[in-house]
């Protein structure tokens, strides 16, 4: 089978067996939204379940949380999207087609120029000469455009929102309220999972890029100094995980292949700025994986300083290849450092720091501004003494010095207060700890992306008929299960009976079955090969001689007979065989 139209044949195939198609097709679509059909939703939502598998219910220190798809204004003013979330755009001056800047340079002339400026763009597209792909025409200069969506909270004159474009700034503003329900301890992982919306300029290539979509994060949070040590704990199976990286140093080299490193490497190495980020890398390798993605199609490509979002230290793309696109983003991982919760807890006046206690208390000495009462009444008077000092008892004395420190003077109650009006000393304290804002790494992925690169990989053929040759663990529906004959004779009602019954028993155990008695056996076979179901049991007239079954294999189409009273146990080894399950040992 050519590559160039394995893409042509999954879209066909997605849209045929009610996996996945464009949405409002009898209004014409909207270009960025799909819907689901019935397989589709069920292989969408093994993938969400296998990834909290791996990244919240196997983690001691990662929980799940969930916040509003709506937030007000200011939470983006706060978090910098309202300046920065923006893409490069260009509009034609003779039909007004807009077009993302970036892509339009990268499709005509092969030059990456994500992450540059306006000006940079508008010199390669006068360099190239290049022309509106719809009418020939000449661009206006690049712009800049807003990716967020707006709406309004509230009937009538509301106040002013955005659509989440992603579901970090719910789970930093959260964080103080989470840090305080479990034992105020770190690191401290808050996972979500759920529907975010960008509005893309020029959304295509199917589920790639799309305007409404799933993403699933985790914010981790933790101390700096104690990394090192909290590190340590890492499972060995992690450390030991190799991965394909490109980094920074490698590109600006001209580099693209690939090294392979492990784990433990790429900390000891200090390839990574934080040995967490390293952590869930590895953690993201092994999840990739399990959805059937070979090793050798993955790497993590470090982007450039321009590249990366205005939050973000260092930044890791995970990426697959692809027949048609190439490598594709998967996956980002960010190291956030102390970005978010500082300027969320500068716009809100919040508290979003964490109490470092030390090991064991130290000494300091400190120096302190006490009000002078006598200074303060001379300068006063008894009409306004009263008010400046009870605004003034509600600054600790060491909060009072650092003012005057920097004003030469306190601000109470309106009126300026000079140094003669404070006692200022030198005392020494015991300090039990500090207040610290912890850093954060973030590992983010599209699910409509990584339910594309599984297709991608699943999809065969097999004697001009399509076979998905999905994990186990990720089908639509774990196992068929068929009567051979469908017909009227009694022996035919019988294989019905059992079948039914085996359908019943199967799906009371929490398996995913999928029942069908239509048609001849092999076009049951067929059908059910195309959707991706991995086991298909048949009850036939042997079944009524000694109660066994057969259970066929999707890839092999080898036949094992089974008894049915061991059925379940066996099913449910099939499933999980595939699975690496190292990492939750």
Request: net charge neutral; with cysteine.
């Amino acid at each position: 089978m050519a590559q160039s139209d394995l893409h042509d044949k999954i879209i066909d195939l997605a849209k045929r067996r009610g996996i996945f198609w464009p949405s409002f097709e009898i209004y014409g679509g909207v270009a960025g939204f799909y819907d689901f059909g019935p397989v589709g939703v069920f292989i969408k939502r093994s993938i969400i379940d296998l990834w909290l598998k791996f990244f919240v219910y196997s983690q001691e220190n990662v929980i799940e949380i969930e916040t509003p798809i709506i937030n007000p204004r200011v939470v983006f003013k706060a978090s910098g999207h309202e300046e920065h979330f923006t893409d490069p755009v260009v509009e034609c001056s003779s039909c007004g087609k807009v077009f993302r800047a970036d892509h339009l340079v990268k499709e005509f002339t092969g030059i990456d120029v994500e992450g540059r400026s306006l000006r940079e763009i508008d010199e390669v597209i006068r360099k190239y000469d290049l022309k509106c792909p719809e009418c020939g025409g000449i661009f206006k200069p690049a712009s800049s455009a807003l990716l967020l969506f707006a709406t309004e909270i509230g009937p009538y004159k509301g106040s002013p929102g955005y659509l989440r474009p992603e579901h970090a700034q719910g789970m930093f503003i959260n964080f103080a309220k989470i840090l305080r329900v479990v034992g105020e301890k770190l690191p401290l992982g808050l996972a979500q999972v759920g529907k975010v919306a960008r509005n893309e300029i020029s959304p295509r290539q199917a589920l790639l890029r799309l305007r409404e979509f799933t993403i699933m994060e985790v914010e981790f949070f933790f101390d700096p100094e104690r990394e090192s040590a909290e590190s340590k704990n890492i499972s060995e199976s992690v450390m030991n995980e190799k991965l394909r990286v490109v980094t920074a140093d490698m590109r600006m080299k001209g580099i693209e292949e690939p090294i392979e490193i492990t784990v433990k490497e790429l900390i000891e190495n200090r390839v990574v700025k934080s040995a967490w980020l390293a952590y869930w890398m590895g953690i993201g390798n092994l999840f990739v994986k399990s959805l059937g993605i070979p090793a050798g199609k993955i790497r993590f490509f470090e982007k450039l300083p321009h590249e990366r979002a205005h939050y973000s230290a260092q930044t890791f793309d995970q990426e697959v290849y692809t027949s048609r696109y190439g490598w594709i983003e998967v996956a980002g991982y960010a190291y956030r450092t102390t970005y978010d919760l500082e300027r969320h807890a500068e716009f809100s006046k919040a508290d979003l720091t964490y109490y470092r206690k030390y090991e064991a208390p130290i000494i300091k000495t400190i120096e302190v501004a006490y009000p002078n009462p006598q200074e303060i009444l001379k300068l006063l008077g008894a009409s306004k003494y009263s008010e400046v000092m009870r605004e003034l008892s509600q600054h600790n004395p060491e909060e009072l010095f650092r003012e005057l420190l920097v004003n030469n003077s306190v601000v109470a109650a309106g009126i300026s207060l000079p140094r003669e009006c404070f006692i200022i000393k030198k005392e020494e304290v015991k300090i039990h700890g500090e207040k610290i804002y912890p850093h954060v790494v973030e590992p983010s992925f599209g699910v409509e992306r990584l339910f594309y690169v599984v297709l991608e990989y699943a999809y065969s053929e097999r004697d001009g008929k399509v076979v998905l040759k999905l994990p186990p663990h990720i089908a639509p529906y774990h196992v068929a299960v068929f009567p051979l004959v469908a017909g009227k004779k009694p022996e035919h009602q019988r294989m019905i009976d059992i079948a039914k019954s085996i359908y019943r028993d199967l799906v009371k155990r929490g398996f995913r079955v999928l029942y069908d008695e239509e048609g001849s056996i092999g076009k049951r076979y067929a059908r059910v090969d195309e959707i991706g179901v991995p086991y298909a049991v048949t009850v036939d007239y042997q079944t009524l001689e000694d109660n066994t079954v057969t259970v066929r294999d999707r890839d092999t189409t080898q036949q094992i007979r089974i008894d049915i009273n061991k059925l379940p146990e066996y099913l449910n080894t099939l499933i999980l065989r595939e699975l690496n399950l190292n990492m939750f040992q």
